[in-house]
């Protein structure tokens, strides 16, 4: 009777082990079918240890990630955004000898720099974390725009606002935006909307602050200033950065990422529209002096179009459900080229500018909300850092032509005769061009499928 017991109790323990690896082997599917359309970017195929989590995705502490996220996407972000005060300010005040052309090579090198950079951000985070990659970003910036305050010609204003900023920034953009990306699920879009409305409420809280101070202290003590609050701000919110899900065994497969179809035509896309979406950024406050208004005036510019830029990366997540991210990237930036064009050329008046200036920076805004999102949709949550980084390194060629074209184009054809048609035309023509690349990369999302080029998507 005892060896049946035995024998009884043997078998079920058996049947128990085989029920619960067979449920083992039917999750194991399920995370491959999950990732059945990115099974080459993971460099070994997941396993149920791979996608392990520290913590559950929408968690309370998911939205401090957020918070600390567009804190930090504020303090560096938002002063590379809120660059059109210093524009003006070299143009026409500290280097009025200076072509715009060269002056402008300083907005492009922390831009550039930022988004090429942006390639390093997904093995340093692997080797680092995410808080130390952040903590050096926090170090690096405040630093830059100290030295930025003892230089006195243009050369060493490139190197360390454009360059070292560039530099440091760069070790915060992509891993924000992944990191909030990481810690969400159903929420994702909105969480990653909060963290790059960062940028934009930091670019109109700093083109405030930064006029300000320049106007009471002066320019030295105003770059003093300013890397003092990156460097407390961003640098405490780092240290509540950390990781939800491990870092993929065997890492992921940069090659097969690269040459995605999708994402080439993503990055083409994003090349072409940072040909010119800095036109309106730094040139409409220039516009605006030229109508005879005060310094004032033209800054306020910035700060409309930033506040549009704040909002509208929130809204954006909430119009990308309802007509489909993709379709809201095409659409804003056809209204964007059309808007830039009437205006610029035909309006020319301040309270077309402010409206351009809010329209504008609202719309434009879903291209940096709308894109970390749809990758992640694409690459999965393991793989999209590398994704993101690629992405920005397609728009840092897209800046690294456009910014020194646009002053080249506004010094040789505008500037002399104190209109900005040229110039117009110019960055129009490549927010066209980057809506026509997102008709592409939505015909090789429908390849094969059940969907028509007017589907929700």
């Not at 949550?381 to 020194?404: D, E, K, R």
């Amino acid at each position: 009777m005892l060896a049946q017991v035995n024998n009884a109790a043997g078998s079920q323990s058996t049947t128990r082990s085989n029920s619960f690896n067979i449920d083992l082997e039917k999750k194991s599917v399920e995370i491959q079918l999950l990732d059945k359309d990115t099974p080459d970017y993971l460099s070994k195929p997941p396993t149920i240890t791979d996608i392990e989590e520290y913590a559950p995705a929408g968690c309370a502490y998911a939205w401090v990630i957020v918070a600390c996220a567009s804190l930090n996407m504020m303090c560096t972000i938002g002063i590379a955004n809120s660059f059109g005060v210093f524009s003006t300010y070299y143009i026409n005040f500290l280097y009025p000898n200076e072509s715009a052309a060269n002056i402008a090579w300083v907005g492009t090198s922390i831009t550039f720099f930022m988004l090429v950079g942006a390639i390093a951000t997904g093995p340093l985070t692997d080797r680092f974390g995410f808080r130390l990659v952040s903590l050096a970003d926090a170090i690096i910036c405040s630093l830059a725009i100290l030295l930025t305050s003892f230089t006195n010609v243009l050369w060493q204003v490139v190197s360390t606002q454009g360059i070292v900023f560039g530099i440091g920034t760069a070790l915060l953009y992509s891993p924000s935006i992944s990191l909030s990306a990481q810690w969400h699920d159903k929420t994702r879009p909105l969480a990653t909307a909060i963290t790059v409305a960062g940028c934009g409420a930091g670019g109109m809280v700093f083109t405030a602050i930064t006029q300000k101070l320049l106007d009471t202290i002066g320019y030295e003590w105003a770059l003093r200033v300013l890397a003092l609050i990156i460097l407390c701000i961003s640098g405490t919110a780092s240290l509540l950065y950390k990781r939800r899900v491990p870092i993929p065994k065997g890492g992921v497969n940069f090659v097969a990422i690269a040459k995605d179809k999708q994402l080439t035509a993503a990055g083409v896309a994003g090349l072409c529209i940072n040909l010119g979406s800095f036109v309106i950024w730094y040139c409409l406050p220039t516009a605006a002096l030229a109508l005879g208004q005060t310094k004032q005036a033209s800054t306020n510019l910035i700060i409309y179009m930033n506040a549009g830029s704040t909002v509208g990366r929130i809204v954006a997540a909430f119009v990308a459900m309802a007509i489909g991210p993709i379709n809201l990237v095409i659409f804003s930036y056809l209204i964007c080229s059309t808007l830039i064009l009437v205006v610029m050329l035909a309006v020319k008046s301040m309270v077309a500018y402010i409206v351009l200036a809010v329209i504008f920076g609202f719309i434009s805004a879903s291209y940096i909300s709308i894109t970390p999102p749809l990758l992640t949709e694409f690459f999965g949550t393991q793989a999209v850092a590398t994704a993101m980084g690629i992405m920005n390194a397609w728009c840092s060629i897209g800046i690294l032509i456009g910014n020194p074209s646009q002053g080249a184009i506004y010094q040789k054809f505008d500037r002399p005769t104190g209109s900005f048609m040229a110039i117009t035309i110019w960055g129009s023509s490549s927010l066209f061009l980057g809506a026509c690349c997102f008709i592409v990369l939505k015909t090789t999302v429908i390849s094969g499928k059940l969907y028509r080029i007017w589907s929700k998507l």
